[in-house]
Each structure stands twice: as C-alpha cells, then as structure tokens.
C-alpha cells in the first residue's frame, strides 16, 4: 500500500547549523508533498510545500527539494534557531480519487542555544 | 487553523463507554477528515468526508464512527469495540477535497484517554 518513509527519527543541531529530513514515498502518483511543524500537544502546521512540476521551492530559512525520479522530497532548514525545535513531519498525496495525505512518522528536531 | 474548532480539549473514558469527540469549521470547507496521532508515530485516517451525507472509511475505522449531517459540522465516536483508544486525535479539513492541490487545516486537537 502507500507508504511515507521518514528519517532521521530524531536530529539535534547547533543553532546556526542546517538541519536536513528526508522522506520516500512509494506511489509513484503521487504530486502534492507538504511539511507540517508540530509542537508539543499543539495542532500540526503547515510550514511548506511542493507540487510536482517543480523540484525545488524556497521561504526565508526554509527550502523542500523534490526528486520525483527517484520519489525522495527533503526538507532543509538553515540558519536553525532554537524555536525551530519540534517534531516535522512530511507527506505525501495518494491517488485514491479524493485528497488522502500519508504521513512519514515524523522527525524530532532539537536546535541548542 | 483558527475556524476549526474541536472539543473538548482533554477527555477520559471509561472502559466500555462510548465518547464522542466534537469538531466544527467556519470556513466552507466541503471535506473533513479525522487523524489518530500516537507517541512517536505520524497521523493515520481513520474516516474522511468529502460532501455532506457521506463518509468513508480510512486505514483505521474500526472501532470508531462518525457522521456529517451538515457541512460544517463531523463529530467523532469513538466506540467500546476500539480496543486502544488512548491517542491524540487530529480534525481537519479542505476546500474542496476531490480536487487537486489543497491544504489541509487541522484543529486543535482532543486528547482521549483511557481511565
């Protein structure tokens, strides 16, 4: 079936340095990919996104890559602050007729002062 | 975000009781969605709707109905057939949920426990 893998679980960064998730998707049909910031006990926040006829798109800090070839999205943060520090997660849409978004397991990423 | 609201916020149940969490939209959204979200692991689709009067089953349905009697409105009940009902659960909705490049929104969140 579909399937979202994530990695790392788990990613602590100097502040200042780059943090760098990446994420497979298995249907090849796939064309939407969004990434979603959650914080402890709070609602997951879309942070940015990417379609498929693009491979790369930029805001500020944050960038998503896309190899649709090899079916690999990544999510890269530079200049890491400290309140970057949550859990990230990526997904995926599916071609099942309507909207259905698979989600990776999720990155915990923790930025130190 | 703002115009998805669920409640409550925090609720315990009791083994063989059946709860329902509420989740309401002010923002015309035609579908709506509910995600389980456990420690650690991503979300999973436990129903959608996509028009009123009509729902399906997601990857996890067992143990948990819904309905959609108006538009703005999909409340979930999780039933005593859910074995492990202790999660965080995750509304949500789009614009228009057929269609092609939408966002979701997600509510709050209500946290279920098992006591």
């Known amino acids: 079936g579909e399937n979202v893998e994530q990695h790392p679980s788990t990613l602590s960064v100097q502040e200042g340095d780059s943090a760098v998730i990446k994420c497979t998707y298995s249907?090849?049909?796939?064309?939407?990919f969004p990434w979603y910031k959650q914080e402890l006990g709070k609602r997951p926040q879309l942070i940015i996104d990417?379609?498929?006829?693009?491979g790369e798109k930029k805001d500020q800090r944050i960038a998503v890559t896309l190899n649709k070839t090899a079916k690999h999205f990544s999510l890269h943060i530079t200049e890491t602050q400290p309140e970057d520090s949550a859990v990230y997660f990526c997904a995926a849409r599916v071609n099942t007729g309507f909207q259905k978004l698979v989600f990776g397991t999720g990155t915990r990423l923790l930025v130190s002062p | 975000d703002g115009g998805i609201t669920q409640s409550p916020k925090y609720l315990f149940r009791k083994e063989g009781q059946n709860v329902t969490l509420s989740c309401e939209q002010n923002?015309?959204?035609?579908?709506m969605y509910w995600y389980r979200q456990d420690p650690g692991q991503g979300l999973r689709l436990i129903y959608y709707s996509q028009i009123v009067n009509d729902f399906q089953k997601g990857d996890i349905a067992e143990g948990y109905s819904v309905s959609r009697e108006k538009k703005e409105s999909f409340p979930l009940t999780v039933t005593s057939a859910q074995k492990n009902p202790t999660a965080f659960y995750l509304c949500?909705?789009?614009?228009?949920?057929?269609?092609?490049?939408?966002?979701?929104?997600f509510g709050e969140g209500s946290w279920l426990t098992v006591v």
């Open positions: 990417i379609r498929s006829n693009v």
């Open positions: 949500a909705s789009t614009p228009q949920g057929a269609r092609s490049g939408n966002t979701i929104y």
């Open positions: 249907d090849s049909a796939s064309n939407y």
């Open positions: 923002l015309n959204h035609d579908a």
